[in-house]
């Protein structure tokens, strides 16, 4: 078979040669530098700094200071590093805060949503938000009352979302439209803009799930006039397992609505121990309980570094990154049974490329097993590759490619299970 | 003045020569030998162990494992590290499990047990409860319905808990009797048997608080044939700030009860990424969103050292101390407007003495500035002093009684503002 070589090694080196953002691989820790890592947008790659910093809060704040540390920054942290990442997602700083997970926060924000204006008992999105917003989502309009209903808008073609379908659905009994701006899945990003227009036009508030985003492209929550927004930190922002989510809440809505969760972190006077629960002023109030300290400092070192690199720059290489790829597909890969399943249009697509193929599976095992590489399986045909401008180099996005290529030609696959396991 | 010498450092060296858990407190990191820390009820102190098992945790499972390491061992910690303490609790391994905040987890279970029963609308509780989680239960009964409602029993003094007034207040429209086994602010702990059996014999569920009684006491929530309790990690159990809490609900009310939070990881097979939520099987269908791993993983340590020191050496060390001390109280510190506000019996009294005192907030300043005793403080003039029986040894009680006995008698207080500072 021919293989395009202007689209070769020697291409993806010059591309990395001038690469703005070239600087920042090394300010990870890569202790294997053979293993190619395109999972970023499920579990980020570890900060170096990131060991110092933990270091210092467990032996100093915590074995040293102690219970001192609370009044020597612990208390303000979900707000320090909140006003952090409001930079870069275009919200003031007032208006993150770092808190629970994300599904926690999508619970108090869509419960909020639906008790804020009586009358609206719909919640409204698509099938191709994640799944767990979904589960929580459901739970929320069964515990706001019988009167209210979620309804799942279909996509197009389960890659691009539906915005006639999802302005049909959105009506005067809707409070809330929520959806992903960028697909787990599929990778597609909603026009943030005209998708908030559309939820205002019919008197609904609009909540972004910004997990898939945040950290890899320009978000623009101030300008987009958008209500609410969540979104986990430790896919692109380089947060750590399992590290504190964010929520967003315009600042003039902050004070109109309460969170279900009423905990202690969000009472007015937390030590005056007063019985009765009185929600302190601002964003503070969507606290619940107290934080796990050493994952949410984690949090932070992920964030300085995309401030530093800038996420106009994040944005334009992780295109030129899943351009590239969508090319050595188009010339290599797309006659062996590998379907693009992202869309095309850059413009409407996130940092992350999925291609399906009839034995996915076994060549994603293949992929890891043989070839050092480190996607993501999504059922039940999806290989998903996460690009991550700060440390995946377009040497990286060549080899994934070349790798995919020669699992499937050499036939590498076949000698995995065809079963998939049993997950549980 | 007469100062009872009996009771003077040279016996509080012969307790802790004959003391069989001495050799726990060089398991911590004690970075300043003269810090006298009774605040272990706040925040414990960090097990040097903890030190290493968080840098394997960050560097080797997150910065070399990466994505991999929630298949070797990441999605099976809550339940793993739950099975360990359910061994401090009287529980079987899979009636526990690490889940998000403590308030988190009253909010769940509380109200997945007033829909549990149609007909039974009622919380009770009382004013000894945790403020925290009185805010909480008034946000589930708000979410449950207009017909339900909070009932908040007075205790008898502000110390001491009214089993009579709960007996009165558990009545066949009551849902659920939820309690902090051990009062927060003056140590009050209730016979869990008894009152646990009074809400049974009317129909209720029974929920125990135990964050101030678990690592300090025995707890048998078998036994006790309790429903449901939670719990926090970061006080007796070391397991660092803001680690995550614990929940447990009784075997055979698992699958009973549902989960309002109901997030993915609660989800049957959650990489299936159906749309419809269905829990899974036990009790991890009360876990939500994604777990805090470093904040989970580092809950573990203390968790061993209690086990390995038995909780039953640790409770007579406990009584031991506290006894001590409030002895000391009787001799030298009650004439000087000193009042124990903390249970004179042992037996309904935590591991920790709670002393009011007109000038308490400038005592306890003093205390820290110029004494190094770390206690903590609770409006409006609670002294209280946490006993750890891990690491703190008779010499530390015989040291804070008399440094409450130099403070009031030197006058050591007057330089700091009468004025409480304005906590927000």
């Given at each position: 078979m021919t293989v395009d070589n202007s689209y070769g090694m020697t291409y993806a080196r010059h591309l990395d040669d001038v690469?703005?953002?070239?600087?920042?691989?090394?300010?990870?820790?890569?202790?294997?530098?053979?293993l190619i890592y395109v999972d970023g947008n499920s579990l980020g790659r570890l900060p170096r700094a990131t060991r110092e910093l933990i270091r210092g809060v467990v032996?100093?704040?915590?074995?040293?200071r102690l219970i001192r540390s609370w009044n020597e920054g612990w208390f303000e942290l979900p707000e320090r590093v909140g006003a952090k990442l409001s930079k870069l997602i275009g919200?003031?700083?007032?208006?993150v805060i770092m808190a629970d997970s994300t599904s926690v926060n999508l619970f108090k924000l869509a419960l909020a949503a639906l008790r804020?204006?009586?009358?609206?008992?719909k919640i409204i999105t698509d099938d191709l938000n994640f799944p767990s917003d979904l589960y929580i989502l459901q739970s929320v309009v069964e515990l706001a009352g019988a009167a209210c209903q979620l309804v799942v808008v279909p996509s197009q073609d389960g890659i691009h979302g539906d915005i006639s379908g999802l302005k049909l659905a959105v009506?005067?009994?809707?409070?809330l439209l929520t959806l992903s701006?960028?697909?787990?899945?599929?990778?597609y990003t909603y026009d943030m803009v005209a998708v908030t227009e559309l939820a205002h036009r019919a008197g609904a508030l609009m909540l972004w799930d910004t997990s898939h985003s945040v950290g890899a492209m320009p978000i623009d929550l101030g300008q987009s006039a958008v209500d609410m927004a969540i979104g986990c930190s430790?896919?692109?922002?380089?947060?750590?397992?399992g590290a504190p989510a964010f929520l967003y809440v315009r600042r003039d809505l902050q004070d109109q609505i309460g969170n279900p969760i009423s905990g202690w972190m969000g009472q007015?006077?937390?030590?005056?121990?007063?019985l009765t629960y009185q929600p302190t002023t601002?964003?503070?109030?969507f606290l619940s309980g107290t934080p796990p300290i050493l994952s949410l400092a984690a949090s932070e070192i992920g964030i300085d570094m995309l401030l530093e690199a800038g996420v106009d720059n994040i944005r334009a290489k992780s295109i030129q990154q899943s351009e590239y790829f969508i090319k050595m597909w188009e010339n290599?890969?797309?006659?062996?049974?590998?379907?693009?399943?992202?869309?095309?249009?850059p413009s409407r697509r996130g940092s992350h490329v999925t291609l399906g193929h009839p034995e996915g599976w076994r060549i994603n095992r293949a992929l890891i097993e043989d070839k050092k590489v480190i996607p993501d399986f999504r059922r039940p045909d999806n290989i998903r590759l996460g690009f991550?401008?700060?440390?995946?180099?377009f040497a990286d996005v060549y080899e994934v490619s070349e790798s995919l290529l020669e699992v499937v030609e050499k036939g590498?696959?076949?000698?995995?299970?065809?079963e998939l396991p049993e997950v549980t």
């Open positions: 690469d703005n953002l070239r600087g920042f691989r090394q300010k990870f820790l890569v202790e294997d530098p053979e032996e100093h704040q915590w074995g040293e919200a003031q700083e007032d208006e804020f204006q009586s009358g609206r008992t009506d005067d009994k809707t409070a701006h960028t697909a787990f899945k599929s990778g430790y896919k692109y922002l380089n947060g750590g397992p007015k006077n937390p030590f005056d121990f007063d601002g964003l503070r109030r290599n890969l797309s006659h062996l049974d590998f379907i693009l399943k992202s869309p095309r249009d991550a401008p700060l440390y995946n180099s590498l696959y076949e000698k995995y299970l065809e």
